[in-house]
């Protein structure tokens, strides 16, 4: 029985990332949640601003925010995209035993639904949902570009930093689930163009005119009138946020460049431990029947990487970048899956040796943190 299980350990495995997602959440709820709390605080209320949707649409509710809010609204938001994602992976490859090593080195990578549970109530998981529901709508119409437009634009709403983080996956998401499986004509061609060029003119207004325009003093004060504890001041030290002008960003995050560059090697090795998930993608690429597919599959992954990039140039939270990154890459994972291929790409093997280590690695590493690893 046990030489049976070291050799296809896949169930155990997903048994033991669940009982690691929720020690993580025990651990999650016990610390202050000074930057997912803040954002539920600041709406619309003087004006247009920046990061200020999800706490506008909180305050249609209510009038003061409890900070247990902030797990409350992150867990659904988990569960939801958990959910999602395991109905995806049933449309995508389904489950089975062939499917499930697959499964685990995706959905048990500590750099997805782990990481998510780390930086629960933060924002970044909002892209990776709305990016999974475009994988699973219909995409025959326009309406579906449409809706990539919409979900677009409530992401650079939410925070503007989504321009780099799960715009340029959904606009691959599109590309391949419409334009290339479809086909492309000059109006719906049009259709994106614009809605591309709408997309970033909010991200520009949102980083350049998002400002916060009263005194600080001010703003914290009408934050404080929404907190229903308001002797937590604690939870405000983040309020600089919608005064900081991006050349203050980037040069804080050069700043602590040579500390935070240290990190490097460990995200490298993260990644390595990822090989048979990469080597299953260049085997979906390569199996595509198109040599212009396998061109602009490579290409949109080279794009979402650069934009990556610029993101760890501008801002230092290097975990959750890299983190989100591998997230984008096993999203379109499952976009490339449904172009037409010219023979089945063979999946992660079940009894290999030296793929099983590597599950067990990443099973056992409950998450990558913010800034720096773990």
């Known amino acids: 029985m046990t030489a049976r299980i070291l050799q296809n350990p896949w169930r155990l495995l997903l048994a033991i990332n669940a009982v690691i997602i929720v020690g993580v959440f025990v651990h999650k709820i016990q610390l202050p949640p000074y930057v997912p709390y803040i954002h ?21 509710f209510t009038a003061k925010v ?24 049933q449309k995508t490859f389904g489950f089975t035993a062939r499917t499930l090593p697959l499964f685990v080195f995706i959905a048990g990578s500590p750099f997805f639904l782990k990481n998510f549970m780390h930086t629960l109530g933060h924002f970044d998981i909002y892209g990776c949902a709305l990016a999974i529901i475009l994988l699973l709508m219909p995409a025959g119409s326009l309406l579906f570009v449409a809706t990539a437009a919409l979900f677009s634009i409530i992401l650079v709403l ?72 308001p002797s937590r001041t604690d939870l405000l030290q983040f309020a600089y946020i919608w005064y900081q002008p991006l050349a203050k960003e980037i040069a804080d995050t050069w700043g602590r460049l040579p500390h935070n560059i240290l990190g490097v090697p460990v995200f490298a090795l993260l990644i390595w431990l990822h090989t048979p998930l990469w080597r299953y993608l260049a085997s979906l690429i390569a199996a595509l029947a198109s040599a212009t597919h396998r061109r602009l599959v490579v290409a949109a992954l080279v794009g979402v ?33 449904v172009l037409p291929a010219k023979q089945e790409a063979a999946l992660i093997p079940a009894e290999d040796r030296r793929t099983n280590l590597f599950g067990l690695i990443l ?12």
């Open 363 to 374: 099973t056992l590493i409950p998450r990558v943190g913010i800034v720096r690893p773990f």
């Open 305 to 337: 990487s650069l934009a990556y990039v610029v993101m760890f140039a501008m801002v230092f939270d290097y975990s959750r970048w890299i983190s989100n990154w591998a997230v984008c890459m096993f999203l379109i994972l499952h976009a490339v899956k």
């Open 66 to 89: 409890p900070v247990w809010l902030v797990f409350a609204l992150g867990g659904t938001t988990w569960l939801a995209t958990s959910a999602l994602y395991a109905g995806l992976f």
């Open 158 to 229: 939410i925070h503007h930093i989504h321009l780099l983080m799960y715009v340029p996956t959904i606009i691959t998401i599109v590309v391949v689930r419409h334009y290339l499986t479809y086909g492309s004509n000059r109006s719906n061609v049009a259709f994106g163009a614009v809605a591309v060029l709408i997309i970033s003119a909010l991200f520009f207004a949102a980083q350049f005119l998002g400002t916060m325009p009263i005194p600080e003093a001010d703003f914290v004060a009408y934050l404080k009138s929404r907190m229903a504890d």
């Open 40 to 60: 539920l605080l600041v709406d619309y209320h003087f004006g247009f601003i920046k990061r200020a949707l999800i706490g506008a649409v909180v305050a249609l």
